[in-house]
């Protein structure tokens, strides 16, 4: 059943790939407002979120921006035939880059980088970016409980050369990793249940301490990586900026949290610019609505 639903899939991706890559983002942001109307659930998530961190905007703003993060999810899953199946010189073709200078020169020391990245509009072709501009570059990703779909995704994902750790094989790596001078992709927009509460957007949100943790051990070099989609089609523009690190102090935990802090902040600037290309149907403060939810469980609901 599993090889069944893998040959469909790459079946499916194949069809898509040969369809014009504008065509096919249409097609799926189209499907992506669809979406919109018929999950209630996730639609209602991204509206609280957005509540939480625009409340000075009005209601149909905000609705319009919910609305139109799910066509860019729609619009990212239609593309990914594309980013995992077109040619090196196609993909390259269709991004500019900033900030690879600043880059390039830390990754000139040999002692590679962290990239820390958010869910912001097509974040698998952000993904592949780095191996496709030459950098070794490793990735932490969840396998998929089917085999054989995982592993073609796989060797989609890792076919310029990124090397891909799947999170059961804990951290070790990363230090191996970065003293061969690879650059470490991670997201930080996610919830965690066992991060630790770091302001993300101006709320605390569960979030991986690993950059900073690395940074402060072994001196390792974090930049901030954001895709930004020109317009609504398949041209991109990918920027990257160096986080600096935190000046250390007798408190390791501290110095931890501050650069945690920085690093988060960083993005603001990114999602406000264009919020519909952020991710706001996943529940990213978790702790702050289960923590409200415990709050009226004991005092009452006001």
Partial sequence: MFLIQAVGIRLLFWFFRCMPVRLAGAIGAGLGRLGYFMDQRHRDIARKNLARIYPDKEQAWRSRIARESFAELGRTIFEIPHVFLRSRSFLRSRVQVEGEEAFKQAMNEGHGAFLVACHHSNWEFGAMMFPLLGYDSAQMYRPLRQP???LFLKNCRERFGTKLHARSDGIRWFSRALKHGSSIGLMIDQHLSNGVPIPFLGHEANTT?????????????????????????????LQLWPIPAQPHSDDMEKDTLNHMRTICESFTLVINKRPELWLWMHRRWRILDDNARAFEVVHGAS
């Fill in 209 to 237: 301490t690993l950059p900073a943790l690395f940074a402060r051990r072994l001196g390792t070099h974090v930049f901030g990586v954001a895709l930004h989609r020109i317009g609504r089609g398949f041209r991109f523009r």
């Fill in 148 to 150: 054989a779909l995982d």
